[in-house]
């Protein structure tokens, strides 16, 4: 199986601040996947990173992979409230894709 | 595309009924995850399908669980007897594998069990 493991397990951050959330994996990966689920929803795909890349960008967020270290971390810049949720990791790759627990963020207004 | 639909939203039984929760995958994806969550284990992966086929179910919890994918965009995961720690968010999720692997899950908006 191809599981992330979330750090820290909660994050608390005022309107405005940057938000940064570590994932860590253990076996050799194809891509590593962020995702968001707000409360009571489904999990929503943000975006994905191939092990070849080492940084990306969307919008807000700028994920970073670093195969040697397994390890990736996703920020979300100028964060607001509607950011609020858990945010998951998967290492894709094979077809089994296990999830952590996740890193629930609050953006205080 | 209306997304992985799943059904019921929510679903109130007492315990040792059946349960039987249903989701129906994008068209044209090929494989079918069924997920749990709880705030006690977080999102556990309990089997998935492709092209129909049962490839794993080593997550399943115990036997009183069974899941079928009777045709491409149907899938039925099936409790019986129910029991109150069976109590979860029960998600379906469906992709379609590149050749570097699972790019992109979609998820349903779940159905909440409570087993009384």
């Known amino acids: 199986s191809q599981q992330g493991e979330e750090d820290p397990q909660a994050l608390s951050i005022q309107e405005g601040e940057n938000a940064t959330m570590n994932c860590s994996y253990k076996?050799?990966?194809?891509?590593l996947q962020w995702y968001r689920q707000n409360s009571g929803r489904g999990l929503v795909h943000l975006i994905l990173?191939?092990?070849?890349?080492r940084e990306k960008h969307s919008g807000r967020l700028r994920v970073t992979l670093d195969t040697s270290k397994k390890s990736s971390s996703l920020l979300i810049t100028a964060s607001r409230a509607a950011d609020t949720a858990s945010y998951f990791c998967?290492?894709?790759?094979?077809?089994?894709?296990?999830f952590g627990k996740g890193t629930k963020l609050t953006v205080n207004p | 595309d209306a997304g992985v639909i799943q059904s019921p939203r929510h679903e109130v039984t007492e315990m040792g009924q059946e349960v039987t929760l249903r989701c129906k995958p994008i068209?044209?994806?090929?494989?079918l995850f069924w997920y749990r969550q709880t705030m006690m284990r977080g999102l556990e992966l309990l089997i998935y399908?492709?092209?129909?086929?049962?490839?794993?179910d080593s997550g399943m919890p115990e036997d009183r669980f069974s899941a079928k994918m009777p045709n491409a965009s149907f899938s039925t995961l099936k409790i019986q007897p129910s029991e109150p720690r069976d109590s979860a968010v029960y998600f379906c999720?469906?992709?379609?594998?590149?050749?570097?692997?699972?790019?992109?899950?979609?998820f349903g908006s779940g159905t909440q069990l409570s087993v009384l």
């Open positions: 990173i191939r092990s070849n890349e």
């Open positions: 998967v290492a894709g790759g094979s077809e089994k894709l296990v």
């Open positions: 999720a469906s992709s379609s594998k590149t050749g570097v692997g699972h790019e992109k899950l979609f």
């Open positions: 076996t050799s990966i194809n891509n």
């Open positions: 068209s044209g994806h090929d494989y």
């Open positions: 399908f492709n092209n129909n086929v049962p490839i794993d």
